[in-house]
T-cell receptor
Framework: QQPVQSPQAVILREGEDAVINCSSS?????VHWYRQKHGEAPVFLMI?????EQKGHEKISASFNEKKQQSSLYLTASQLSYSGTYFC???????????FGTGTSLTVIP | EAGVVQSPRYKIIEKKQPVAFWCNPI?????LYWYRQNLGQGPELLIR????????DSQLPKDRFSAERLKGVDSTLKIQPAELGDSAVYLC?????????FGPGTRLTVL
């Protein structure tokens, strides 16, 4: 039930782009994205609802393909501040459950 | 606006001892979550409250864990007795709509 993220880890140079994928075995109602820096609590980035929409947040955007039960997070022109572990969070169509994904560690170097 | 408050921030206990964590959510947030996060893993939902009602506690190990949310505001999570495998960070979050706001967490070490 826990969504699987890929890649597990990625290292980027400043200015490079990255894509993080989140895949669920269950039909989804919504997908959330959070970023967690070392030793800190997760911070909300965005939510995508059933309907296949794409959202943007400065240079970070995401898409949601409900048919494939997948979401992708796009980071463009990465900055040092983007470093951290990214988690997707999924809410299935039914019930009140919420599951965080396996996480993707992203490191941006100068 | 004050964020989610948790206490204590750190707790070290010996196995078989009881321990309790306290959470004060953001004012007006009806939904409260307790998560457990092991090192290098994503948070795992233990229990979710809508006001004072627990709407999802399917992941809560009920033989040793208990939780309550009095008057739909503050919440307490208790472990009795603690086991070595309970060492983790316990996160509390609250939400009004979908966005969850997390507290700083309580790092529990069971020796």
């Amino acid at each position: 039930q826990q969504p699987v993220q890929s890649p597990q880890a990625v290292i980027l140079r400043e200015g490079e782009d990255a894509v993080i994928n989140c895949s669920s075995s269950k039909a989804l109602y919504s997908v959330h994205w959070y970023r967690q820096k070392h030793g800190e609590a997760p911070v909300f980035l965005m939510i995508l609802l059933k309907g296949g929409e794409q959202k943007g947040h400065e240079k970070i955007s995401a898409s949601f393909n409900e048919k494939k039960q997948q979401s992708s997070l796009y980071l463009t022109a990465s900055q040092l501040s983007y470093s951290g572990t990214y988690f997707c969070g999924t809410a299935p169509n039914t019930g009140n459950q919420f599951y965080f994904g396996t996480g993707t560690s992203l490191t941006v170097i100068p | 606006e004050a964020g989610v408050v948790q206490s204590p921030r750190y707790k070290i206990i010996e196995k078989k001892q009881p321990v309790a964590f306290w959470c004060n959510p953001i004012s007006g947030h009806n939904t409260l979550y307790w998560y457990r996060q092991n090192l290098g893993q994503g948070p795992e939902l233990l229990i979710r409250y809508e006001n004072e009602e627990a709407v999802d506690d399917s992941q809560l190990p009920k033989d040793r864990f208990s939780a309550e949310r009095l008057k739909g505001v503050d919440s307490t999570l208790k472990i009795q007795p603690a086991e070595l495998g309970d060492s983790a960070v316990y996160l509390c979050a609250s939400s009004l709509l979908a966005e969850q706001f997390f507290g700083p967490g309580t790092r529990l070490t069971v020796l």
